[in-house]
């Protein structure tokens, strides 16, 4: 079993309060020692324990891979049309993820796994080492399981979302297309499926059939998370409350009840803001302000997908996030690592503390801030995933 001492790191977030260093548990001036893919030891550089190799940081900020909790990656095609409409004036209606289902029934394995790998090196390469990752373009039986099978090659945090709008088989029996999702189709996407997500919304599923789709799919050992309150107010919030979710995601529309719904619901529903989403459809963004002083547990992702969020970055979500949203650079960084972590209810990634899987990501930056303080430049310098040399 080969040790490597990284050292001479200027400035290491470790999500562990009990450092010291505030919520983030800044350390400066740190090492950590990685061993057999897990975090063996993390202190001052000074006393770092000796290992077989090193790699000197350079004075530079280090801090844990980023967990992006929310992604659609099975796809085939753009939407660049569509874009192109957008920013000259149409709305968005999410009416275009059946121009993504087409695009995605006619490729083949080959092309959508291709597709997959390629924006999974994407995220890498930005400094994300854990990326979840949705069906939901095929809604078919077969096409479903299909996506599920070819994201489950990429990563463990897959999720069955059959229930991302009606099929357009289905436009005249919204109601048989539900008990598809929840009958036939899940039993064949289940046992590819660590997660269960329905698109809880006006002209997508209500609350009734969203609840439906839950509950099945939690009756086959799937755990639900939900689109949420992205376009409209609606019941997706407390749903996700009510039955446990591991997350809301979206929340850009909330009432009152909704935040303290979520803030009461701290240690079990995560709010998962997923700023791409407003940035691409001109829309405003999620209060990540108003979540935080309520006391929720808010989670940054990309919501990487062709229509509402065609970006596969963290670090410019974060910038976004920091800007627009109210958050602080120590939040948005928080939110990124360890809060998609709690999203996807794991304790061994995002955060660097012994045991842990060792993923780290190097900035090209004295400290994590600079992630919002300039945004749009590449500053992630180097990525370990399960201690191996990813990017
Ligand atoms: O999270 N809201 C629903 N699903 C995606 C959008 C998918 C699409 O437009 O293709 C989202 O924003
Ligand atoms: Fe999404």
Not at 88 to 115: C, K, P
Not at 161 to 188: E, K
Not at 318 to 332: H, K, L, Y
Request: hydrophobic letters at 45%; glycine letters at 10%.
């Amino acid at each position: 079993m080969r040790s490597t001492v990284i050292s001479g790191i200027g400035s290491l977030v470790t999500n562990d309060p009990s450092l010291g260093g505030g919520p983030l548990g800044l350390l400066s001036d740190a090492a950590v020692v990685v061993a057999d893919g897990r975090i063996a030891w993390v202190g001052p550089a000074a006393s770092a324990p000796a290992a077989d190799e090193g790699f000197d940081a350079g004075g530079r900020a280090v801090i844990p891979g980023f967990v992006d909790s929310h992604s659609h990656l099975v796809f085939a095609g753009d939407r660049t049309a569509e874009f192109n409409a957008r920013m000259s004036g149409a709305a968005y209606t999410a009416g275009g993820i059946r121009t993504t289902v087409a695009a995605t029934r006619a490729a083949s394995d080959a092309a959508l796994d291709a597709n997959v790998a390629r924006y999974f090196a994407e995220a890498l390469r930005q400094g994300t080492t854990v990326l979840e990752c949705k069906s939901g373009y095929g809604l078919t039986v077969e096409d479903e399981a299909r996506a599920l099978r070819i994201a489950g090659r990429h990563t463990d945090e897959t999720t069955y979302l059959g229930a991302h709008v009606v099929s357009p088989d289905y436009a005249d029996d919204p109601a048989a297309y539900v008990d598809l999702v929840t009958g036939p189709m899940l039993d064949a996407c289940a046992p590819y499926a660590r997660w269960v997500d329905v698109f809880c919304e006006r002209g997508a599923f209500d609350g009734d059939q969203a609840r439906a789709v839950l509950t099945a799919g939690a009756k086959r050992g799937l755990v639900p998370r939900i689109h949420a309150n992205q376009l409209t107010e609606g019941p997706g919030v407390q749903l996700a409350v009510e039955l446990g979710a591991a997350s809301a995601d979206h929340c850009t529309h909330l009432s009152d009840a909704d935040v303290a719904a979520l803030a009461a619901a701290s240690g079990t529903t995560v709010a998962t803001l997923l700023p791409g989403a407003e940035f691409s459809t001109r829309a405003a963004y999620p209060d990540a302000r108003r979540l935080l002083d309520a006391g929720a547990t808010v989670a940054l992702s990309t919501d990487c997908n062709p229509g509402s969020s065609f970006t596969s970055s963290v670090p410019f979500c974060i910038a976004v996030a920091v800007r627009e949203m109210g958050m602080t650079p120590d939040e948005a960084l928080w939110s990124a690592t360890a809060g998609g972590a709690a999203a996807l209810r794991r304790t061994d990634v995002g955060r660097v503390v012994v045991g842990a899987r060792a993923d780290l990501a190097l900035l090209d930056a004295p400290s994590h801030v600079h992630l919002a303080y300039r945004p749009g430049v590449p500053l992630v310098a180097a990525v370990w995933r399960g201690g191996e040399r990813a990017a």
